[in-house]
């Protein structure tokens, strides 16, 4: 991941609208220059994070960063209210934090036909080099939005005519039992935690995929995999 270091680069990249993944800025540092960077990364929907000096140093390399650091994105994130309209499958991952499995989620998500992937802004990967390398050129083919509250987001979903389906080893229907509406959404949980309570909850459906051994649960992109070709053999009419 590119690590830019310094007021003025990470100003030149917000006013060019790079791809950025968060910027940071020392807590409490002040000034125009610095407040200028806080208003840029807000106008671009960029995450802001307020970090103690030392950790800018640690992504830096060392002290020489003015208190702002801005971490680079592998690619622009989509707006989702963009994508939603058209849309028939969304995959949303509530709070993924691995990029490599993030990176094979958008792979496997491309694959299927799905029509984009949406992640968290706070506590998930974003769009790393790892995550371009793990997607294996996917990430240039299929939009990833990135929203600010996923619960917020999946109600809002709702509203628009998603029916939510989330994807948990606690679910109540076997993954391959139930009828997918014309327009759905997957909600699959962080590693190793599952879907958060509230995102449960905001679930019109939660299926599980049973399986036989003694590990309870799938790796999350190797789920994403099942579900998501199942509703893709299940969405292919048969021909005459």
Not at 38 to 47: A, V
Not at 99 to 117: C, E, K, S, Y
Not at 120 to 147: I, M, N, Q
Not at 183 to 190: K, P, S, T
Request: net charge neutral; glycine share 8%.
């Amino acid at each position: 991941m590119p690590v830019l270091i310094g007021i003025h680069p990470v100003a030149e990249a917000l006013r060019a609208r790079r791809p950025l993944d968060r910027v940071l800025v020392a807590k409490g540092l002040a000034g125009p220059r610095v407040q200028e960077i806080i208003d840029l990364s807000r106008q671009n929907s960029t995450p802001l994070r307020f970090e103690e000096r030392a950790a800018l140093d640690r992504l830096a390399g060392s002290a020489a960063h003015q208190g702002v650091v801005a971490l680079g994105a592998a690619k622009q994130y989509a707006e989702l209210d963009d994508i939603a309209g058209l849309a028939h499958m969304l995959v949303v991952l509530d709070g993924l934090e691995d990029p490599h499995n993030l990176g094979a989620v958008i792979r496997t998500a491309h694959a299927a036909g799905a029509d984009a992937v949406v992640v968290p802004e706070r506590r998930a990967a974003g769009l790393t080099e790892t995550v371009a390398k793990a997607a294996a050129g996917a990430l240039e083919h299929l939009p990833v939005a990135r929203v600010t509250n996923i619960n917020r987001t999946l109600e809002k979903l709702k509203k628009s005519g998603f029916w939510i389906y989330g994807v948990d080893e606690r679910g109540d229907q076997d993954y391959d039992q139930v009828d997918y509406a014309e327009r759905a959404v997957l909600v699959f949980g962080a590693e190793g935690k599952g879907l958060h309570q509230m995102a449960r909850e905001h679930c019109d459906v939660v299926v599980r995929i049973p399986v036989a051994g003694k590990i309870s649960s799938l790796n999350v992109s190797v789920a994403a995999g099942v579900v998501l070709f199942d509703w893709k053999r299940r969405r292919v009419k048969p021909r005459d």
